[in-house]
Structure formats: structure tokens, C-alpha cells
């Protein structure tokens, strides 16, 4: 079995920072692309940050300059550093990553079960 845990959500003031972690575990071959998307509530979950196996990086524009997604290969760990929070930035942060498992030849979307981020004076 496969598993993502992410860690590191909190409450955090505007203009503070959080750091967001999520490990993979469990029977894994490969890990391909990571990422991270964020739901607000009423809102669509949405793409905040991806990082390739080579280390390509995209961001959606709203965190642009302000968070940083950075991965380690070695202990299958991907972070994401968010600096000059906003109150819009408050939901739910999704771990997410495209896993080849032992055993099998295609690739799995996996998901973790999301850590609360909160913005708020």
C-alpha cells in the first residue's frame, strides 16, 4: 500500500509563514511528479504548486514569489515553504503524487488526506 501524510498546517497570522510537509510510503517504485492543491471551502480544489522528478517547478500565479515547492528524492519527501501569507491563502492543503508501485507497470495518482492551513489576525 501506498500512503501520503502531510504535515505542518496551522494557524498562522497575514504576513507569516508556514512550512508544509508530506511523505510517501509504503511499496513504492518510482515516484514521478509531486504536488500540492489546495480547496477552500465552497471553492473547486485547485493546483497551488507542482515539482518533477528533475526538479521543474510550476506555481499557480496567486502564490507566485510567495511559496516554494522543493522535494527529496532520497526519503521521498516534498515540501512547500509559504512566506507573506494571506487570508486568502486559508483552506485545506492536499498532498499529491504520481507513484509507479512495486509490482505494478502503470502509474497511480495518489492523494494524502490534507492539513488545514488558516490565515487569520
Known amino acids: 500500500q501506498v500512503q501520503l501524510v502531510e504535515s505542518g498546517g496551522g494557524v498562522v497570522q497575514p504576513g507569516g509563514s508556514l512550512r508544509l510537509s508530506c511523505v510517501a510510503s509504503g511499496s513504492i517504485f518510482t515516484i514521478n511528479a509531486m504536488g500540492w492543491y489546495r480547496q477552500a471551502p465552497g471553492k473547486q480544489r485547485e493546483l497551488v504548486a507542482g515539482?518533477?522528478?528533475?526538479?521543474?517547478?510550476n506555481y499557480a500565479d496567486s502564490v507566485k514569489g510567495r511559496f516554494a515547492i522543493s522535494r527529496d528524492n532520497a526519503k521521498n519527501l516534498v515540501y512547500l515553504q509559504m512566506n507573506s501569507l494571506k487570508p486568502e491563502d486559508t483552506a485545506v492543503y492536499y498532498c499529491?503524487?504520481?507513484?509507479?508501485?512495486?509490482?505494478?507497470?502503470?502509474?497511480?495518482?495518489?492523494w494524502g488526506r490534507g492539513t488545514q492551513v488558516t490565515v487569520s489576525a
Open positions: 515539482i518533477n522528478s528533475n526538479g521543474r517547478t
Open positions: 499529491n503524487a504520481d507513484i509507479r508501485p512495486l509490482g505494478l507497470f502503470r502509474n497511480d495518482d495518489f
